[in-house]
């Protein structure tokens, strides 16, 4: 395992501020979730603003993420996915809260610091791209053992790739002769049935379908969204922060009409019925100076919902 010098080496929070005034950590006695700690620095911010008798619980399932967690007595690190965020935090006696951040993703660690099989940049590694070791198919074993129409399913929904059928196919056929376990093996691969103008491009797009898949990242996220509407107390807020249209459209969906379907019910009286209240603007994306420093922030989004 890599060690980062430091946690912003880890990872560099997105969209720091905004997301972190969002939950206006400051009230007395707050309760507070930063889903995704990776390399702590939102869930630093936050206890920098956080009163004295607030509370913040930081989940991250890579027990890499384990040594970024702040030496702090109002803060609780929770190893686990945080889509069993409910149970946790009943585990922890705190079954409400007033307010929960997740910045989703996969962290600069694991695409800078390898070993973990997340990018074709290093060619060498083992397909792995589980965030818990311990647990789940790695990358290879999908690649192995699912149907060809799963895999091209995977590439078309979560890849949105047009050549999933194609890239399926040649898949299967590679596998009958011998396991396609490393990065730079699946690359090569797949490189040729790729424009090559956007070669790169549609690469990172097939590695986020696997990732997604390994890890669960959209039902994890959903649960997450339905626990933590159960959890906020009236006035608490949720911030988000997503980086593909996947999961940007579940957020925006589940902030208007409270399911993932976007359909916003009525009751009786045609009242709209939606659950949470989304804070204006629709959503805050970096400024010019933070993509300039910081190019894997280009595609966030942040957006923000309250609990009336």
């Known amino acids: 395992m890599t060690t980062p010098k430091t946690a912003g080496a880890y990872h560099i929070p997105v969209l720091l501020r905004p ?4 939950l206006r950590p400051e009230r007395p006695g707050g309760i507070f979730v930063d889903a995704t700690l990776g390399g702590g620095g939102h869930t630093r911010e936050i206890l920098r603003r956080m009163a004295p008798d607030g ?18 007595a109002r803060f609780t690190f929770v190893r686990g996915n945080f889509r069993y965020l409910k149970n ?5 006696g705190a079954p409400q809260i007033d ?3 997740a910045d989703l993703g996969v962290s600069s660690h694991h695409l800078d610091e390898g070993g973990r099989g997340f990018s074709f940049r290093y060619p060498e590694e083992q397909l792995d791209m589980r965030m818990n070791r311990q647990a789940g198919l790695t990358a290879a074993q ?32 590679a596998r009958a002769e011998r396991p396609i376990a490393t990065c730079g093996e699946l690359a090569a691969l797949a490189a040729p049935l790729l424009p090559r103008d956007r070669e790169r491009k549609e690469l990172t797009k097939l590695f986020q379908a696997l990732r997604i898949e390994v890890n669960g990242e959209l039902s994890a996220l959903q ?3 339905q626990d933590a509407l159960d959890v906020l107390r009236p006035g608490g807020r949720i911030a988000v922060i997503t980086y593909h249209s996947l999961e940007d459209r579940l957020v925006k969906n589940f902030f208007k009409s409270g399911n993932f379907s976007g359909t916003v019910e009525q009751d009786f009286y045609g009242r709209t019925a939606a659950p949470l209240r989304v804070v204006p603007p629709a959503f805050i994306a970096p400024p010019q100076e933070e993509t300039e ?7 966030a ?3 923000i919902a309250e609990k009336p």
Not at 19 to 22: F, G, I, L, T
Not at 88 to 92: D, M, S, V
Not at 143 to 157: D, I, K, S
């Open 19 to 22: 997301s972190v005034e969002a």
């Open 55 to 72: 509370r913040l619980f930081g989940f991250d399932q890579d027990l890499d993420a384990a040594q970024n967690a702040p030496r702090d």
């Open 88 to 92: 946790f935090l009943r585990y922890y």
């Open 99 to 101: 307010g929960l951040l």
């Open 142 to 173: 999908v690649l192995q053992t699912y149907p060809q129409e799963r895999l091209a399913e995977v590439f078309r929904l979560y890849g949105e790739l047009r050549q999933a059928p194609r890239l399926a196919a040649a898949i299967a056929a």
């Open 223 to 225: 649960e997450l969204l």
């Open 293 to 299: 420093t910081n190019p894997r922030s280009r595609s």
């Open 301 to 303: 989004k942040l957006r």
